[in-house]
């Protein structure tokens, strides 16, 4: 069972930058397809971005797309979502999960404890 941890969330203006990080247990984390997704007050929790088992392929939600960018790092067992040019709406608690590329939500495991994220106007 690939169990998972979100880390880097914080605080940051308007325009600013972040790197989350999601770090993978497990031998099988590399043959997964990954996505990172996102959960704001009172809202239900949307999708944010995907990547391959082998990083080269990335999709992401409309609203992030030419400001987020998803990488692995297989031999780290991590996947990481760089986040810029953020703003107010961003804000929310984000978490990875296996997701099969291009299905859009939890496909296998379990969700992490996730990580908040908090963009000041």
């Known amino acids: 069972q690939v169990q998972l941890v979100e880390s880097g969330g914080g605080l940051v203006q308007a325009g600013g930058s972040l790197r989350l990080s999601c770090a993978a247990s497990?031998?099988?984390?590399?043959?997964?397809?990954m996505g990172w997704f996102r959960q704001a007050p009172g809202k239900e929790r949307e999708f944010v971005g995907g990547?391959?088992?082998?990083?080269?392929?990335?999709y992401y939600a409309d609203s992030v797309k030419g400001r987020f960018t998803i990488s692995r790092d297989n031999a780290k067992n991590t996947v990481y979502l760089q986040m810029n040019s953020l703003k107010p709406e961003d804000t929310a608690v984000y978490y990875c999960?296996?997701?099969?590329?291009?299905?859009?939500?939890?496909?296998?495991?379990?969700w992490g404890q996730g990580t908040q994220v908090t963009v000041s106007s």
């Open positions: 497990g031998r099988t984390f590399s043959l997964n397809d």
């Open positions: 990547i391959d088992w082998s990083g080269v392929g990335t």
């Open positions: 999960a296996r997701s099969q590329y291009g299905s859009r939500r939890l496909t296998a495991g379990n």
